[in-house]
């Protein structure tokens, strides 16, 4: 099966590093045009955006502020004004504050709803009205499974992570009948940065999850993503898929 995402537009938010990073580099590799938004320096996109051009992709990178409901429209629109569409998003972009709940602080609560929340919609929103009108466009939501389970220390995390499902499954239905997929794909421990500080006990206590008995890796969410942005996966919409190595069975 060959995946063709030949002069394709996607965004990928946090397509810096990690998980977003792969995604971006593996639609490159499917033929798709990518713009990566991030809040690092553009400096930190050289290396990827090199990568996506030597896939013969184009890359434009748009530094931006997930949170920020009009910086997100604007991205947008420029993203529109230099490929002339935008066929699919990636919402990848989150961050964790964790604690437990009789310590957690109110900043810490608000920054990652403000973020792996309030950011998926503010992207989803900005690329609807475009996609109902092309009637067509691809939603990918990066959730976890701890928004499937809930996580010990991470209730403001886990809250964000479950509400993406709600969006989810909502905006596969608002949008479904525009012919847009919209999709969430819940990994498991995944080999990143945002993993590198999680506490050595929660990564060790992982590993006796995960039935497979190996981390996942960032191309292992970017195998999947890839799979429903295609043709190949067009009649699967409102799904919560987790790939996570029979962590959380
Ligand atoms: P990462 O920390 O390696 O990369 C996240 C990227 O998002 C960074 O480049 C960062 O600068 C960017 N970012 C963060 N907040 C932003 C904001 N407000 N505005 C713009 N850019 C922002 O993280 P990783 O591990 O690649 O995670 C990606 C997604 O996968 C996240 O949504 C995370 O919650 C989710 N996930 C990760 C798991 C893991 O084990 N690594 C497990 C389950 C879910």
Not at 105 to 111: F, G, N, S, V
Not at 140 to 159: D, E, P
Request: with cysteine; proline share 2%.
């Amino acid at each position: 099966m060959k995946i063709d995402l030949k002069d394709q537009v996607a965004i990928v938010t946090g397509g810096v590093s990690g998980i977003g990073a792969a995604i971006a580099l593996s639609l490159a590799r499917c033929g798709a045009h990518i713009v990566i938004i991030d809040r690092k320096a553009v400096e930190a996109s050289a290396a990827l955006m090199k990568l996506i051009t030597e896939a013969g992709s184009k890359a434009l990178y748009i530094r931006t502020e997930i949170a920020d409901f009009p910086a997100v429209d604007k991205a947008v629109l420029s993203a529109v004004e230099h490929f002339g569409r935008v066929d699919i998003l990636i919402n990848n972009a989150g961050i964790n504050r964790d604690g437990v709940i009789w310590k957690m602080t109110e900043e810490q609560w608000d920054e990652v709803i403000q973020v792996n929340l309030k950011g998926y919609f503010n992207f989803t929103r900005a690329v609807s009205p475009m996609f109902r009108e092309q009637k067509s466009g691809k939603i990918v939501n990066i959730t976890s499974i701890n928004g499937l389970r809930g996580k010990f220390g991470q209730a403001n995390y886990s809250a964000a992570k479950a509400g993406i499902i709600g969006l989810t499954k909502s905006v596969a239905k608002e949008l479904g009948k525009y012919n847009v997929n919209v999709n969430a794909i819940a990994p498991g421990l995944i080999e990143t940065d945002m993993m590198k500080t999680a506490d050595p006990v929660v990564r060790s206590a992982a590993m006796e999850e995960i039935v497979l008995k190996r981390l996942g890796q960032p191309e292992d969410i970017a195998n999947l993503t890839v799979f429903l942005c295609s043709v190949q996966g067009r009649h699967i919409t409102g799904e919560v898929i987790k790939v996570d190595g029979g962590q959380y069975i």
